[in-house]
């Protein structure tokens, strides 16, 4: 018997975290955290050793949780395609960093964060591999540079655990590989299943005007956006159109984007963010930032929900000034600094609350599948079940998936754990 627990992103965007237990061996399918919390929250615990996690893609609320498992020399492999290992040691360094300055306590140390990062195995999209009982094929999910979907097969039945995926290609990242084999079980996100994007050619056409307008009445253009994955796309989207204006990155993006054209092997156009880097300058210290902001420029910087990071430092000294502007280039957590800056014009953080008079937008650069999307490839797979997870409509997507004809299924806390077939070796 198989048996599923789902234990985070439950009705929530994430928290990430799977158990499958096969009888034969307990495999994690991420362990995230949720940053919008304070303090960070994580996923529901694991009563066992896993013999394997499986990492779906380096962003916290995915990979977040995975050095508890490393606590009181407990060890297991974490399986990734390669440049998930260095972006996954940068986020975690970091997270330990922002918690110890926050007074905030995490459930593992820096020890833990080494154990986790010493045990990580690379594989290959498309190449199977062999656990105990389960042989597992990653896909590629082109939501970030080594995303993927991990396919399960046990005998003659099977689960795809989709982790963030994207069906359409984006200028940093080719669209996510579909030609998936047997799908008996599905374990989808359902981040946007309520709604589509925007066409990414009218939001890079706003991005690239608010920049020269900011620019050209002499202000700054602040762009915040996550440091693995968006801040590279919206690199490449203002490169397309022609930078002639100073461009600077700041925050973890700087070694996030190092890292990620040292595999540039898994981007669309291995190229084209090396060549758009050359318009390009690193923030390196609070003197750099000081000057910068004397004259009008771009800044692409994080954090991407003003969370935290080199962001906060630059609002601190531009809120006031009409002539320079913001730009969230993606989704907004409910009770995020940015999400309560859209609603209410204020910047509230920590000791802070600034009355920000600077322009404000929210674009749409996600790296998340669409509602359309969503269904297109439910529909393709025509899976036996389907469990949807990481999502604020869950529960809406399973009841449309219902009418569909599907077994749909929203796992929440009081529901989470689920028996499937006796799979057949």
Same mark, same amino acid.
């Given at each position: 018997?198989? !048996? ?62 995975? +050095? ?13 395609? $390669? ?25 593992? $140390? ?44 046990? *005998? ?8 963030? @995926? ?15 084999? !047997? ?48 801040? !590279? ?11 002639? @204006? +100073?461009? @600077? ?13 040292? @595999? ?39 954090? *991407? ?15 006031? $000034? ?9 989704? !907004?957590?409910?009770?995020?600094? *940015? ?30 599948? *669409?509602?359309?999307?969503?269904? $297109? ?49």
């Amino acid at each position: 018997m198989i !048996q599923l627990s789902f234990n985070g992103a439950l009705s929530t965007v994430g928290s990430s975290a799977v158990l499958v237990d096969t009888g034969v061996e307990k495999i994690v399918l991420d362990y995230g955290t949720r940053l919008e919390d304070k303090p960070p929250t994580f996923p529901i615990p694991v009563k066992c050793k896993p013999d394997a996690v499986l990492l779906s893609h380096a962003h916290l609320d995915h990979l977040g949780g995975v +050095p508890i498992f490393f606590t009181k020399d407990n060890s297991c492999p974490v399986y990734a395609i $390669d440049v998930t290992k260095p972006l996954s040691e940068l986020l975690l360094s970091d997270s330990l960093k922002i918690s110890r300055e926050e007074g905030v306590k995490l459930p593992f $140390d820096r020890k833990e964060i080494s154990k986790t990062i010493e045990n990580f195995s690379p594989v290959e999209y498309r190449k199977p591999f062999k656990l105990k009982k389960t042989v597992v094929t990653y896909f590629d999910a082109g939501h970030i540079p080594g995303s993927a979907m991990v396919h399960l097969k046990f *005998g003659n039945k099977s689960i795809l655990y989709t982790g963030d @995926y994207n069906s359409l290609e984006t200028r940093l990242m080719k669209k996510a590989d579909l030609d998936i084999p !047997q799908v008996d079980c599905l374990i989808t996100e359902s981040t946007y299943a309520y709604r589509d994007h925007p066409e990414r050619e009218s939001q890079e056409k706003q991005l690239v005007e608010i920049i020269n307008d900011t620019v050209a009445n002499d202000g700054v253009c602040l762009v915040s956006g996550f440091a693995i994955g968006r801040l !590279q796309e919206v690199l490449l989207a203002i490169a397309k159109q022609g930078i002639d @204006y +100073p461009v @600077y990155m700041d925050g973890m993006a700087r070694k996030a984007t190092t890292i990620i054209n040292q @595999y540039n092997r898994l981007l669309k156009k291995p190229k084209e963010l090396d060549d758009a880097l050359k318009n390009v300058k690193y923030v390196n210290s609070e003197l750099d930032r000081k000057k910068i902001i004397k004259q009008p420029c771009a800044v692409l910087t994080t954090s *991407g929900m003003l969370t935290g990071g080199a962001v906060v430092w630059y609002l601190k000294r531009l809120y006031e $000034d009409r002539n320079s502007s913001l730009i969230l280039s993606g989704y !907004q957590l409910a009770n995020t600094p *940015g999400k309560i800056l859209l609603e209410t014009g204020r910047y509230i953080a920590k000791e802070l609350d600034l009355e920000v008079r600077m322009f404000i937008k929210r674009l749409d650069f996600s790296a998340h599948v *669409g509602r359309k999307g969503l269904f $297109d490839f439910v529909k393709k797979l025509n899976p036996e079940k389907v469990f949807c997870i990481h999502g604020d409509h869950t529960e809406e997507f399973a009841d449309e998936l219902r009418k569909e004809g599907f077994d749909a299924i929203a796992p929440v806390a009081n529901n989470r754990i689920f028996n499937l077939w006796q799979s057949k070796s």
